[in-house]
């Protein structure tokens, strides 16, 4: 197999379709091995992105895998007479090879490993842990998919917030409704296989080769369904409503160890029942919201850390003017869609600001899970074909700006900034919110102009500053303008600032060592974005398999 890399797309050949794009592709193939049709036989398009840096000249890069007649002699052949050409440039011969889940084991342990957690990190972990045989407990505080999208859809239409079941809780964790966005700083070999296993589930195909993939928050839930499912089908079990509620230990204070959890759960008809499980294998992916778990934690002596972590709002421009700025001339042309983003900006004084969780055609969410306060996140659907354009628009919280020595202090300044917020909103999980030009002009906004907010809950005008440290105001404000010389408009005086975004990383991380288990409690094992080991859905993923294939390792 022959992988040829840069392969130029011109917009001009494409009207959106895949079978336009398919021809291109094959087109440009041919012209670059210099190869006749029927010598090829195969090509499979391994990832495209847009280049976008010429607004004269946005197209599309693609690498593909192609396969040729004769086979692996042929494509040796056809790379030598490249060669002497000196034009192999970006051309190479490839062994294919794709990361599987852990085989069967016969040396499963006496208790079953519990998972803690259906987000990203617990459903890869438990789908591996099923795969090798070990039959693992998956216990998820939230409901099943569609149960939990009822009662997002409930809460934004009436502001009964269940607080076991929303935005942070349910099948799929947080990810589910804020995009599917599957792009990650991260590199690993276990990528492709996450990839995989979403389209199997039902996923789009073009998420494997996308340079920017996102399966959308109408598609998710389905796909998690499907996963869920696969769990089960390979011999796991999965509980909705199960809660942790207690961890114990043998070995005292020397050399604690995981022996027991005791979990809870609600009946129909409104009996508490509580169950005491014997575990040695603890997997902890409870999220970057179960803060009673890391109450939990400090109280039976786990080693916790804080960690950096970010606050701020949710920005929101017209997409059409987001598309403009990136694409220029080309922007709305259907084979580019809604254009995304990605901004940094490093100031003076050794603070950051940057944007996150980008949403091209999207909606800021309700993403509250305690009562009194509010959260914001961002989401698109599948289309990407909403009005406006959000993202977070974040600085960090170092551990040193936060008072005294509790590792969960972190939480406990975002529970006070969520407060604010819903005071600031006037209660009923309203938001407050705050046009770009009035916050740059420390004054408060009376009204919106032409970016209505999509945020569900509604908004009340005002100022934001209110519901955030005054390190991160401060931060942000003077973030805007220095981002708006990389993306024309960023600074917008009608652009909208919604707040607040508190929930976008974890302020702290359950130390582990390098068998993936806590330095403390031996059987423990921290994962995921929630125990500050990943930023996102496919770093969390990974870090599930990790986990997932150490505990094999194990046995």
Not at 265 to 276: K, N, S
Not at 435 to 442: E, I, P, S, T, W
């Amino acid at each position: 197999m022959i992988e040829i890399s840069n392969l130029k797309l011109s917009l001009d050949k494409l009207d959106g379709t895949p079978e336009a794009e398919r021809r291109a592709l094959r087109r440009a193939v041919l012209r670059r091995l210099h190869a006749a049709p029927d010598d090829v036989t195969g090509v499979e398009l391994r990832r495209r992105s847009i280049d976008a840096r010429k607004k004269s000249d946005v197209h599309l890069t693609c690498t593909a895998r192609v396969t040729l007649r004769g086979g692996a002699n042929a494509e040796r052949a056809l790379l030598a007479r490249l060669a002497r050409r000196k034009d192999g440039r970006g051309i190479r011969q490839v062994v294919a090879s794709t990361p599987t889940l852990p085989s069967r084991t016969n040396h499963a342990p006496a208790s079953r490993p519990v998972v803690v957690g259906a987000g990203c990190a617990g459903l890869f972990c438990a789908l591996a842990l099923a795969n090798a045989g070990l039959e693992p407990l998956l216990v998820e505080r939230g409901d099943d998919a569609h149960h939990r999208s009822r009662a997002v859809a409930r809460f934004n239409e009436t502001g009964e917030l269940d607080v076991e079941s929303n935005i942070q809780f349910g099948a799929g964790g947080a990810g589910t409704f804020s995009d599917g966005k599957l792009t990650t700083g991260t590199k690993s070999p276990l990528h492709r296989l996450v990839l995989d296993t979403f389209v199997e589930a039902g996923a789009a195909e073009d998420i494997a080769w996308d340079a920017k993939p996102h399966i959308g928050s109408d598609v998710l839930p389905g796909v998690v369904d499907h996963i869920c499912a696969r769990i089960t089908e390979l011999g796991g079990e999965v509980r909705f409503r199960t809660r942790l509620t207690g961890i114990e230990v043998t070995g005292g204070t020397t050399a604690p160890r995981v022996s027991a959890v005791v979990l809870e759960r609600r009946e129909e008809g409104g009996l508490l029942v509580q169950e005491r499980l014997a575990c040695s294998r603890l997997v902890l992916a409870c999220g970057h919201s179960a803060r009673d778990v890391f109450e939990l934690l400090r109280e039976l002596g786990v080693t916790l850390e804080r960690k950096t972590f970010a606050m701020g709002v949710r920005i929101e421009h017209l997409q059409a003017d987001v598309d403009r700025a990136q694409y220029g001339p080309s922007a709305g042309h259907p084979a580019l869609g809604a254009a995304p983003y990605k901004l940094v900006s490093h100031l003076p004084n050794g603070r950051s600001a940057y944007s996150f969780c980008m949403c091209p055609g999207g909606y800021v969410v309700a993403a509250a899970s305690e009562e009194g306060g509010v959260v914001t996140n961002g989401m698109s659907l599948a289309a990407r074909a909403g009005t406006n354009a959000n993202s977070g628009l974040l600085a960090n919280v170092l551990p040193s700006d936060l008072p005294g020595d509790d590792p969960l202090a972190g939480i406990e300044l975002q529970r006070a900034c969520e407060r604010a917020a819903f005071e600031l909103g006037g209660g009923a999980y309203v938001a407050p919110a705050q046009l770009v030009g009035d916050f740059l002009a420390h004054q408060p906004s009376s009204t919106g102009g032409r970016v209505e907010p999509t945020y569900p809950r509604g908004v009340a005008w005002g100022s934001v500053e209110g519901c955030l440290p005054p390190y991160v105001a401060e931060t942000l404000r003077a973030a805007i303008p220095d981002m708006a010389r990389h993306l024309r408009g960023f600074d917008d005086a009608e652009a909208v600032l919604t707040g607040v975004e508190s929930r976008s990383s974890s302020p702290v991380r359950v130390t582990r060592g390098a068998d993936l288990q806590s330095v403390s409690h031996a059987g423990l094992y921290p994962t995921g974005e929630g125990a500050g080991y990943a930023g996102g859905i496919m770093s969390a993923a990974t870090d599930g398999l990790r986990v997932a294939q150490a505990i094999v390792d194990s046995l």
